[in-house]
């Protein structure tokens, strides 16, 4: 999670009654110049042939942390697969750590750097189908976060009478800001052990299982931590003060699920109430619309952070200083939202989407921010039921800008608008509206993270799912809201006492299908197209006529 703004009271008008309507964007503001993008900004977000011909299926990073400095040194090991024969390939590490060395059976290999991009040479071929390793040594003091989770990189900072407290958090600009790795999301490796050494008397919290305290010389503690299952490498952290532990267990679908929270001393008695208050009730939520929960073998963590929160599998951050709502506020504004705790609603709600379902370019991030803000209203929904679910949705309406396409440009490392978090969750509720099941809707939901368990995905592959699964061919209008900023608008006119009605958007052949009623009837699933087509609703009038607008985020014309 990386809100693009941290708190607004702006509402974006959106008709509660149908004859509001609602502007779109004209094409000036459509017709932004396009943003130049440079070759590092293609070795970083493209999957290349020199990262392609490599599939990563196991890392030991081994780091040891110099707080005094704000430093860091250790080691990356690369265990793959060759899915090709090469000779070269890249591997990512920001220019201002310094590569030691890069050894391979024995033996340092040349290398070259570019940017924020490492090319090394083989000694020989290594063949398509043959598992192998290299290991790359670094050193060097990280770039500093300034505004954690909103840019990436080390918080170093003190908590109680001068404790140390340093974590990391690098989603967008990604993890190679502070540690070697090919820095894609389309390649996960299938398990890892995390290694983190840190002065005596602190602990470090990471991703997985700890397995091991090692006491070192030089009054140094090595921490183990193991994880059994795929991982983004944006979702690697390490946490590191002098943390108080205390545990619980859910019993949840797959069993008995281990949690774990590790929280500055001085705040164990406000943990352990907001804590115990969210987090099974989030829990038995999610697992009931998305099914279990992804990682059982791994546990569930909570992790207090000197900054907001994020998403890290596993080992949840936690920033939002035991407040309900976001900082104490109501994103939707609809008294919903300050009945509970926003950071560890919508950050365990990415385990789900983001962690067990990753999108393989981050211009699909929208994967993971719409589904997972479109879990606060179904956790509000099994709290409070279905009503108060769908006005926490239709609340979040006042936060959405329609400033730019949701989905951002691929193979540059770039997200799109900020709309993917309220605008994609109300996308999501209206198709929602549109299978009209909600049981089928809940099968839909738990189907994906079923179907794509553990998977990085596209954007064509989960719109394929959802409309195989709800019987529609909803492409079109996955494509005006994901790949344009303007809203689609609903003409309807009425000719000679006649309804008739079309879209207007920027999708040719959008068919969003929509409910219409003549005021008190029942509502009536229609499916205007982008020509005008009677409306077959006998007794609508102009003064009648009402649009769903309170479920279906779209402009509404009545002439």
Known sequence: MRFPFAFSARRVAVGAAVLLALPRLGAAQLLQAKPAFTRADSLRGSLTPLRSCYDLNYYHLDVRLDIGQKAISGSN????TATQDFTRLQFDLFANLRVERVVYQGQSLPFTREANAVFVTFPRPIRQGVRDEFTVYYSGQPTVAQHAPWDGGFVFTEHGAGQPWVATACQGVGASIWWPCKDH???????MLISVTVPKGLQDVSNGRLRKITPLKGGLTRFDWAVSNPINNY???LNVTNFAHFSDAYQGEKGRLTLDYWVLPENVAKAKKQFGANVKPMLKSLESWFGPYPFYQDGYKLVEAP??????QSAVAYGNKYLNGYLGNDRSATGWGDKWDFIIIHESGHEWFGNNITSQDIADMWIHESFTTYSESLFTESLFGPAAGREYVHG??????NDAPIIGP??????GSGDMYDKGANLLNMVRTVVDDDRKWRQMLRGLNQQFYHQ????EQVVAYLNQQSGRDLTRVFDQYLRHAGLPTLEIRFDQGRPVARWIADVRGFDLPVRLRARGGEWRLVQPTTTFQPLDLPGLSKDNLEVDTFNYYIGVLVE
């Open 77 to 80: 090991l690369f265990r793959f």
């Open 185 to 191: 999301q389309a390649d996960e490796p299938d398990s």
């Open 235 to 237: 979702d690697v952290a």
């Open 307 to 312: 900054h907001l929160g994020m998403e890290h």
């Open 396 to 401: 979040q309406r006042r936060n959405i800008r």
């Open 410 to 415: 691929y193979g540059v490392n770039r997200e």
């Open 456 to 459: 990085t995905v596209t954007t």
